[in-house]
Each structure stands twice: as structure tokens, then as C-alpha cells.
């Protein structure tokens, strides 16, 4: 039906169960205004028709039935010529019947797009022979079935559409970014990484099973990574390795997303900027999902249990007339290096976790969200656990705060 219908006239024989059925191939379009589906006009439909008509010709097959196929007010009469031929003519509504020997195709009456069973598809001459099965088949065609490729959509093909789906690619997306901003949160690969990469991967094995994408598509994201990586770890600086990995990364989901490089056509060009809506949304659903991670990591359920809190040794702690014990919750111990309101210096950027220098040694650290570079002074404003958190500090109070901590 529809489009398939309009291919199967491409072919140089149709071959067809009596069951099965072909026509029904009126174009619509969806327009954008009502946000549903209509008929397009007939500008449009005249060019549908007349590609029609000519794959028809050209292999043989009647430019009459695939006219009634498009056009439902079209209306179909034949006829069996004295060699035995049959042949077809089409009229228009205000158009009178014709005299006999011509007889209407009643497929073609009511107002409605021509469709055809395999039955009568075979009686009309478009369908050269039905076969009830593939073993039939081979009979007619005197050939071997099973050496024959049967191609089928499995279960795999409905998983990787269901991927390719815009709504589940900004969902991989969104959680492919805020994985990987975990995990550059905390040093180590961890749970974070893990979701990332098999986000990547489920992305692209449904473009790859959509043949949209291919090796090339993988080595772009692939070097996107490296350079974001090479700009966090190897050379920081002015960021161009950085913009340049965001860039490759951007690109490579883009083109695995489409079966063309530069849009052409009006429809290449809606699925083009449907696929930067798709992306750049789901990136802006990331940054607002990356700070509020930030700001309430440790009051969200199954989150707040990444953030590690040493439990307090309650014999270990000195008797003392000053502790009082009013709390059902033990307060977690000082970290033993640093303390809230320390001053230090950044050793590495914090993007948001890095490397800080301070008066007793170098730590492993988080910004409270904010990049900050190397070389900066940072302040310790909270402590929870073995998680420290700083924020840039002024450069003079830092200076007299930290050569007070030398002395």
C-alpha cells in the first residue's frame, strides 16, 4: 500500500499473494499549522502521477491502474482487445461511460483510492502470478527456495527503530551528558562512565542497523572524545581542544542521524534541523540537569548514596564533659587535611573536579559548578565526607590567608 505500492510498480514482474493487496497510494503531507496529516495539492499530486505513469510504461505495467491509485476520483473502465489483450481507460468525474465492450473497474468507483487484492490484480493483468507461499513461488519460477535470501523485520529492527525514535535519541542523549558529567565529577571510572559509553553505543548501533551511520560517523565521535579528554587532562588552556571535541561529537551525531552530508531537498532540510532541535534541546535539558545534580546530589534518593559519608566510630571518640551526644545521627569526623575556609591554589582546572594545593598537601576537589582555571585561588566551603568542595577565592586575601597558613 501507499509508497511500497508505488515501488512495486517499478519492478518487471509482481508477484502476489490472492490475499495480499496494492494501491491505496493518495499522497498526504503533514502540515505543520494543524499538526496532522493531509492530501497534498494537486501541484504536487500531478508530479506523483506522472512519475507514476512513466515507471509504469516503462515496465510494462498499466498507467491506467497507478493514475486510480493517486488520483481517487479517477474512475477505471477496460476492455479485452481482439489479440486477447486487455486494455484500460481512465475517466474524469464529469467524463460520460463509455459503450460496451468497455466495463468499469468497480474497484475504482465510490470516490476512493484504487485498491487491489492479489486475486484481481492477477485478473486485471498487473500482477503476472499469485503464489499462496514461497515453496508455491519457487514452482512457478521453477527455481530452488532455499537458496534464496528471505529478508524479515525482527525483533532487532524493531529495538533499533525504537532507538531511532526522536524522542528516545534526546533521552540517550540528555542521559549520555549527565553520566559523563557525574563521572567527571568524581575521580575513577564508576557508574557514571559505565552509562555514558553504553548510551553512545545504543545510539549508534540503531543508526548503524538504520543505515545512517557508518565507520565514519564513529571515528568522528570517537576523536570528539579524545580531544575533550586531551583538554581536560593534557593541555588545558585557551579550550580549543575542548571546542573542537564538542564540535566533532555535535557533527557525528548528526550525520549518523541521516543518510546525506549537506541537506538538498525541502524534506533533507526538515530532517536536518529536526535533528539540531532533537540535539540542541536535549543538551540545554542536560546543563539544567547537570546543576541541579550539583546543588542536590546529596538530597536525591539512589544519588545521595555516590556521595560517600564515613561513619563515626563512636568508642574511638575521647571522653569528654564538652560532647553531647543529642542526636540520633553521629556527626561524621573533621577531614584530617583540610577544613572549611582553608585557602589553596588550583594545580589543574576544575571542570568541575581537579587537583588543589594546600597548606598540608594536594587534594582532589569539586567547584561548586563554576570552571575555574589553573593556577587560582580557592576557598574549602563545604566538606561532606572525603568530598571536598571549593569556590574561587580572591587573589589578596588568598595571599595573606595563605602565607598565614605557612607561618
Not at 299 to 326: C, H, W, Y
Request: glycine share 8%; charged share 20%; net charge negative.
Amino acid at each position: 500500500l501507499s509508497g511500497a505500492a508505488l515501488i512495486s510498480f517499478g519492478c518487471d514482474e509482481i508477484i502476489m499473494s490472492p490475499t495480499a493487496r496494492i494501491g491505496d497510494i493518495g499522497v498526504i503531507d503533514l502540515d505543520p499549522n494543524l499538526f496532522a496529516f493531509r492530501f497534498v495539492p494537486a501541484k504536487i499530486q500531478s508530479d506523483v502521477v506522472t512519475f507514476g505513469t512513466i515507471l509504469a510504461e516503462t515496465k510494462g505495467h498499466s498507467p491506467e491502474l497507478i493514475e486510480a491509485m493517486i488520483i481517487k476520483e479517477d474512475r477505471v473502465y477496460s476492455q479485452v482487445d481482439a489479440g486477447g489483450k486487455r486494455e484500460f481507460m481512465t475517466l474524469k468525474p464529469a467524463e460520460p461511460n463509455p459503450e460496451l465492450p468497455w466495463e468499469p473497474v468497480p474497484e475504482s468507483e465510490a470516490d476512493l483510492f484504487m485498491t487491489l487484492s492479489g486475486r484481481r490484480a492477477a485478473e486485471l493483468g498487473l500482477a503476472a502470478l499469485n503464489a499462496d507461499s514461497i515453496e508455491q513461488l519457487g514452482k512457478e519460477l521453477n527455481a530452488n527456495p532455499d537458496a534464496w535470501r528471505t529478508f524479515r523485520h525482527k525483533t532487532v529492527d524493531s529495538v533499533a527503530n525504537f532507538l531511532a525514535h526522536p524522542l528516545i535519541t534526546g533521552l540517550l542523549v540528555v542521559v549520555g551528558l549527565l553520566a559523563l558529567y557525574l563521572e567527571l565529577s568524581a575521580p575513577g571510572i564508576g557508574v557514571g562512565g559505565v552509562i555514558s559509553a553504553l548510551c553512545a553505543v545504543l545510539f549508534f548501533w540503531s543508526r548503524f542497523m538504520g543505515g545512517t551511520a557508518g565507520s565514519l560517523e564513529i571515528i568522528l565521535f570517537l576523536a570528539g572524545v579524545a580531544f575533550i579528554l586531551m583538554e581536560i587532562f593534557v593541555i588545558p588552556g585557551w579550550g580549543i581542544s575542548g571546542i573542537l571535541g564538542l564540535l566533532l561529537l555535535f557533527s557525528s551525531i548528526v550525520m549518523a542521524s541521516q543518510n546525506f552530508v549537506i541537506p538538498h531537498s525541502a524534506a533533507q532540510w526538515n530532517q536536518f534541523l529536526s535533528t539540531i532541535v532533537v540535539i540542541l534541546c536535549a543538551c540545554c535539558i542536560a546543563i539544567m540537569g547537570a546543576a541541579f545534580v550539583t546543588k542536590k546530589i546529596g538530597r536525591i534518593p539512589i544519588f545521595n548514596q555516590m556521595v560517600l559519608v564515613p561513619r563515626l566510630d563512636v568508642d574511638a571518640i575521647p571522653e569528654s564533659k564538652d560532647f553531647v551526644g543529642t542526636s540520633s545521627k553521629p556527626t561524621p569526623p573533621a577531614h584530617p587535611d583540610v577544613s572549611v575556609g582553608d585557602w589553596g591554589t588550583s594545580v589543574s582546572p576544575l571542570r568541575p573536579a581537579g587537583l588543589v594545593k594546600f597548606v598540608k598537601r594536594i587534594l582532589d576537589v569539586v567547584s561548586d559548578g563554576e570552571f575555574i582555571d589553573k593556577g587560582q585561588p580557592v576557598k574549602v566551603i563545604h566538606i561532606r565526607g572525603s568530598i571536598v568542595t571549593v569556590t574561587r577565592a580572591d587573589d589578596e586575601v588568598h595571599g595573606t590567608q595563605f602565607r598565614s597558613n605557612d607561618t
